[in-house]
């Protein structure tokens, strides 16, 4: 195992591996979708949750404009339509309507929800920010649903039983991913006194161990490389052709 450096625009990729969005939007009778992977809940009460689109994106004047939008969370099935919607955009034709997907009406939006999805979030906008090169856009949960076979109504969480109906993760450039496993942390509560004196037992210690041992291992033979003159150093980045969703 070695550390390696990655330049600081590319920190955001160490990220990848969180759910994918479909948002649709709607301003002046045309709909639209897109994908987004930067999204996150930001506030309980009031329910908010906030996504991050380029000014460059069609969907971003459609939700500064229309002042909504949907947050759809699309199961596999939605793969290739999702990567495609992210590849085009609406200025260029009505893409939503090309991709034939199933949509169905929202309860309390103008967008429209997306048939392959296993939630939905209906939202009307709270507030906008610039944030760097990104728009970040609050909206206010106005109606959501999932689908019961995605989700389970008494633990609060997906379900994980079929992989045709788990959220789609985004892990970067063409590739995705669902969640395999669920395991649940064993830890009893306690104090930071009983933490210090009884610690989690030896796991960590012993796979630290195993990690520093591998360190000097890999430190040892660049230095042999080094001696003999075949060591190529860290460039410290990823090739910049890489995409920039
Ligand atoms: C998987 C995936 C995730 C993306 N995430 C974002 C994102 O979080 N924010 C953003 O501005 N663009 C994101 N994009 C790019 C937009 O979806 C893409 O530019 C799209 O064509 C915009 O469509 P529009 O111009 O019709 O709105 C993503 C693309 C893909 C494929």
């Not at 301003?27 to 009460?45: F, K």
Request: overall charge negative; proline content about 5%.
């Amino acid at each position: 195992m070695v550390r390696r450096s990655l330049v600081e625009d590319d920190a955001r990729r160490l990220l990848g591996g969180a759910p994918v969005l479909i948002v649709t939007t709607q301003w002046r009778a045309v709909a639209n979708a897109a994908p987004i992977a930067w999204a996150m809940p930001v506030s309980v009460n009031p329910p908010l949750l906030a996504i991050a689109v380029h000014p460059s994106r069609r969907s971003h004047d459609m939700i500064k404009y229309g002042e909504e939008f949907v947050v759809n969370i699309p199961s596999r099935v939605l793969l290739n339509h999702t990567q495609w919607l992210g590849m085009v955009s609406n200025s260029a034709g009505d893409k939503l309507e090309a991709s034939r997907i199933p949509s169905f009406r929202a309860r309390q939006v103008d967008a429209p929800l997306l048939e392959g999805c296993v939630g939905w979030i209906e939202c009307t906008l709270h507030d906008w920010y610039t944030m760097g090169d990104h728009t970040l856009f609050i909206g206010k949960v106005v109606s959501a649903q999932a689908d019961t076979d995605a989700f389970d109504f008494n633990t609060g969480m997906w379900t994980l039983d079929d992989d045709e109906y788990k959220p789609l993760m985004y892990l970067g450039g063409r590739s995705y991913s669902v969640l395999d496993e669920a395991f649940d942390a064993t830890v009893e509560q306690r104090s930071v006194e009983q933490m210090q004196e009884e610690g989690l037992g030896q796991e960590l210690e012993e796979a630290e161990a195993e990690r520093r041992i591998k360190r000097e291992e890999e430190a040892e033979r660049r230095e042999q490389e080094e001696q003999r003159g075949e060591y190529e150093p860290d460039t410290s980045s990823l090739p910049r052709e890489l995409p920039d969703a």
